[in-house]
């Protein structure tokens, strides 16, 4: 299972203060160092975080792959299609959300956005992820879209306070991954995931891709990145063993 970092946090504390450290740039490469698979960065339209600068500089420096998350929306494609990433991840965006609160919605109107932006991604030969919730419906229409994978929105899993709603989530997840996999897109999941819950979602034998960061920063700010990865990528290593 593959294991990208997600470094936009620490863009998130540089921002804070409008200056130039902690630097993105170099969290990557000690996320590396530590054995990320890859580097995955959220470029919002509002860019809170993450700057145009870091992607620049991000596809200069990073050795394993960059998954740039961006919203289905012509200004941002056609960023993405500039950048050439290894993969693309098109996500829902709202100006007023702390975090990404769920996924696409593969209907109507924004089903047609998402559909002009994977054609447009794929015509470039970029790898295609959407970022959905667990639901059959959603998956279906991500595999009529085009895309060649899904990521699995682990929100409701990560945020369930009792053992019955997360053996629901997680139950929602497993048929959700394996219908994906039934219509031949890979599988990825994230969002919220931590130390203390990764294994169950890692444990999903389907599934070849985890995206995570806010529970990895937070502990590189104690024990330093390398070592906060490494810990995740043992973590990730007995739920698959």
């Keep these: 299972m593959r294991l990208f970092i997600n470094i936009d946090h620490v863009a998130t504390v540089r921002q804070a203060r409008r200056t130039d450290e902690p630097d993105p740039v170099r969290a990557a490469v000690l996320a590396e160092l530590g054995g990320a698979d890859g580097i ?3 470029l919002r339209e509002d860019r809170r975080h993450i700057q145009d600068r870091d992607v620049d500089l991000l596809m200069q420096t990073v050795r394993t792959g960059v998954n740039l998350e961006v919203a289905a929306v012509d200004a941002m494609v ?45 015509a470039a030969g ?7 919730d667990p639901a059959l419906d959603t998956i279906r229409a991500s595999a009529e ?8 929105h682990t929100g409701e899993y990560a945020n369930s306070t009792d053992f019955s709603g997360r053996d629901l989530q997680l139950a929602r997840l497993r048929e959700a991954a394996q219908l994906a996999g039934e219509l031949g897109l890979s599988v990825h999941a994230g969002h919220g995931l931590t130390y203390e819950n990764v294994g169950l979602v890692a444990g999903i034998e389907i599934c070849e891709e985890l995206n995570i960061g806010h529970s990895i920063v937070s502990r590189s700010m104690f024990v330093g990145m390398e070592r906060a990865v490494r810990e995740m990528q043992e973590l990730v290593r007995r739920a698959r063993s």
């Design 40 to 42: 995955t960065v959220h």
């Design 145 to 152: 879209l085009g895309a060649n994978a899904v990521e699995l």
């Design 78 to 122: 056609d960023l993405a299609l500039n950048w050439r990433p290894l993969a693309v991840t098109l996500v829902p965006e709202k100006r007023d959300e702390i975090t990404t609160e769920g996924g696409l919605q593969l209907e109507g109107a924004a089903a047609d956005r998402t559909s002009q932006a994977v054609t447009r991604l794929t």
């Design 126 to 132: 970029i790898r295609t992820s959407l970022f959905v």
